[in-house]
């Protein structure tokens, strides 16, 4: 099994910054795209930002120029590092992963429980 932790939410002012956090751990042989989504009260779960082990990013449109995403191959970590936040970026951020494990070799998809962001106007 492969399990992903994420850390850094919290309550920000309206213009402030946070950096959010998200090591994978387990059976993992490799990683190919690792993504932050969010959900906010009332709202469906969407794709915030993305990228492949290659370093190839995708933003939503709402977030492009304020959000930067990156990872560390070697930690099997991403990272979301997130700037001039709105109020509209509050919400619970996911991790999620997928790859392939070594215990089986086959396919994974994993996702972590969730950390909160609140953006204060």
């Known amino acids: 099994q492969v399990q992903l932790v994420e850390s850094g939410g919290g309550l920000v002012q309206a213009g402030g910054s946070l950096r959010l956090s998200c090591a994978a751990s387990g059976s993992i042989f490799s990683i190919n795209v690792m993504g932050w989504y969010r959900q906010a009260p009332g709202k469906q779960r969407e794709l915030v930002a993305d990228i492949t082990s290659g370093g190839s990013t995708y933003y939503a449109d709402s977030v492009k120029g304020r959000l930067t995403i990156s990872r560390d191959n070697a930690k099997n970590t991403v990272y979301l590092q997130m700037n001039s936040l709105k109020p509209e970026d509050t919400g619970v951020y996911y991790c999620?992963?997928?790859?392939?494990?070594?215990?089986?070799?086959?396919?994974?998809?994993?996702w972590g429980q969730g950390t909160q962001v609140t953006v204060s106007s």
């Open positions: 999620n992963a997928d790859g392939i494990t070594t215990a089986t070799m086959r396919p994974f998809l994993s």
